[in-house]
């Protein structure tokens, strides 16, 4: 046996541009390295309305609890993905419309486990927990969140920004498959992802220099690409669009990132 002291390799890497923090930065956010801004503002300048793209994807976020919890009654979110906690999180929208939600939150990003003390406040009547693990592992995730969630009831699974890590689409439409045979009907799945439709076009170089200098790697996806992801559930109104034209103004400039809520019948 070696005798000399074992170091654990540090997981948080600040010397790599980290999704993550990346987005954190476009939105505004306090929690990133001088290497995230640095590749923030070199994407920023080959694909200027990055920022309205993480902006839009945010507020679409907030409409879609705003409604699950209200409108459609559910009280039980599976956020993957989560992402460095900003302001409107999930647990914050879903409890303020509905104080009994339940929220687990998923990602495997060592500097959103950091600020997991952040996420893990909950109403007096709800809760809200973090789970430390990967998108690619539904099973693990469903596991874990059964403490927490009834997966008898319904339950919104939200998957926004987080398929586009997964390269393979046969294996992202496993995920989202496995994830929605899991729960039962009057479950809904909330989807965002980029695209290159939509004005996007510009973002093809953009997304080659990240996935050389920044982690984890991304891909746009079709329209019929992010359709198939929701096959066998109900599209809520109006549909697949951009997100920055989800239940909002429909003069609202497109951004390309598809938006959209899907019902489990």
Same mark, same amino acid.
């Given at each position: ?20 923090? =990346? ?38 976020? @907030?409409?879609?609890?705003?409604? &699950?919890?209200?409108?459609? *009654?559910?009280? #039980? ?5 989560? *992402? ?55 099973? #693990? ?13 319904? =339950?919104? =699974?939200?998957? &926004? *920004? ?33 695209? &290159?439709?939509? @004005?996007?076009? @510009? ?35 109006? @549909? ?26």
């Amino acid at each position: 046996m070696d005798p000399r002291p074992q170091t654990a390799t540090p997981r948080i890497r600040s010397d790599v541009a980290h999704n993550a923090r =990346v987005w954190n930065y476009w939105l505004g956010g306090k929690d990133h390295y001088p290497v995230d801004r640095a590749v923030g503002d070199r994407v920023t300048g080959m694909y200027p309305s990055i920022g309205e793209v993480a902006r839009a994807d945010r507020a679409f976020l @907030g409409r879609a609890v705003r409604h &699950l919890a209200g409108d459609a *009654g559910v009280d #039980q979110f599976l956020d993957i993905g989560t *992402g460095l906690p900003t302001g409107n999180n999930t647990h914050e929208i879903a409890q303020h419309t509905a104080p009994q939600a339940r929220v687990v939150y998923v990602d495997n990003d060592p500097i959103v486990l950091a600020h997991a003390r952040a996420l893990l406040t909950s109403s007096l009547e709800g809760a809200t927990v973090y789970i430390d693990a990967d998108a690619r592992r539904p099973e #693990q995730i469903l596991r874990a969140a059964q403490p927490t969630l009834d997966l008898g009831r319904p =339950v919104a =699974v939200m998957m &926004l *920004g987080i398929l586009n890590f997964v390269l393979d689409t046969d294996e992202a439409r496993s995920i989202v498959r496995t994830l929605m045979e899991a729960v039962p009907s009057g479950s809904h799945l909330v989807l965002t992802h980029p695209t &290159l439709e939509l @004005g996007g076009e @510009g973002n093809e170089a953009a997304m080659r220099f990240w996935n050389e200098n920044a982690t984890p790697p991304i891909t746009a996806r079709s329209r019929a690409e992010f359709a198939a992801f929701l096959d066998g559930l109900e599209l809520l109104e109006p @549909g697949i669009v951009s997100c920055s034209r989800w239940r909002t103004n429909p003069r609202e400039p497109e951004v390309a990132q598809f938006g959209a809520v899907a019902r489990k019948p």
